[in-house]
């Protein structure tokens, strides 16, 4: 098989011929004048013909240079073509999101390996970090938040609700039901209560949601991630409030259990994808928000095969924000 001229010689003599100037070709490519001369004369050498017709300061295509020519320019228009097209593919794959931790951690993360096998070759990038996003600075598709859904000017799309409850060790809540009964306000008067610092719904507004009163005496300890909280109720610490959304695989397991299944599951929208409108426009922010669309789908169907399991029923606020703001906190 003959060897092939470089590509590069082809490409400093499409230039020069479409240009019409090997100095214009000179500041098109980057390089100077004599670099490109150097390359058309030994692509003559290399081909064993004349490319250029040269009369005096001017030149111009031969026969065999015109048919060089078109032939080149094609190929160097297929080639960057392909480039664009394979630079939009690989495009339409990346992905930057920011998710708050503990959902990132707990509920996310532990499914991004279904996404990966279904996807492959994507590129995400995933920032677990409690502050929204500043997306006139930062380069995100969009943020996965924990909130009430008061982000004005953004598209703003439910992903999942927060299904909150009380739940401690097995072991705890049968040493609270021996020593107190079964009366929720003496079970909570008993017990070493846990919080969790960012949680939109926390102890206060339970307790008055469910018009219930507790020693004002009554010990707590208030932790900043929701991940620490159910790790010191499943060592038999206290007593958590938490979510479903977070704690679903301990109550599965039966690490946790509800503190009492006669009060009901606070329930209220919690998770939203958040960004610009035309973030949404891109196919790889529809793809991944479908994706977990479907997640959520089934981690429902898992919940209310546990709230069933445990006899428990939920108490749904529709519009939450009137609801919580009118608390003793948010």
Known sequence: MARMNSLNSYVFFEAVARRKS????????????????????????QLGIKLFRRE????????????LFLASASAIRMLKDAERHL???????RLNLRVTPSFGERWLGARLADFVQNHPGWDLRIDAAPDPTDFDREIMDFDIRYGLSDWGGFHCKPILPDQVLPMCSP??????????????EALLDGAQLIDSARAICQWDFWLHRNDLTVSSN???????RSSLALQMAVDGAGVVLESLAVAAKELERGDLVPLTPSLP????????????ARHMKRRAAV???SWMAQQADAHRVLTARLMDQHGLIS???????EVFWGSKRP
Not at 56 to 67: I, W
């Open 56 to 67: 005096g300061r001017n030149s111009s295509l031969t026969l065999e240079g015109e048919q």
């Open 171 to 184: 072991s705890v809540r049968d040493d609270l039901q021996t020593r107190f009964g079964t009366d929720p």
């Open 265 to 276: 599951v606070i329930e209220f929208p919690a998770y939203w994808v958040v960004c610009p």
């Open 218 to 224: 009554i010990k707590s300890i208030l932790l900043d």
């Open 287 to 289: 793809t991944f928000v």
């Open 22 to 45: 090997v100095t214009r070709a000179a500041e098109e490519l980057l390089v100077s004048p004599s670099a490109v001369s150097q390359q058309i004369k030994l692509l003559e050498q």
């Open 315 to 321: 108490d749904v606020i529709e519009a939450p924000s």
């Open 87 to 93: 630079g939009k593919q690989h495009e339409a794959r």
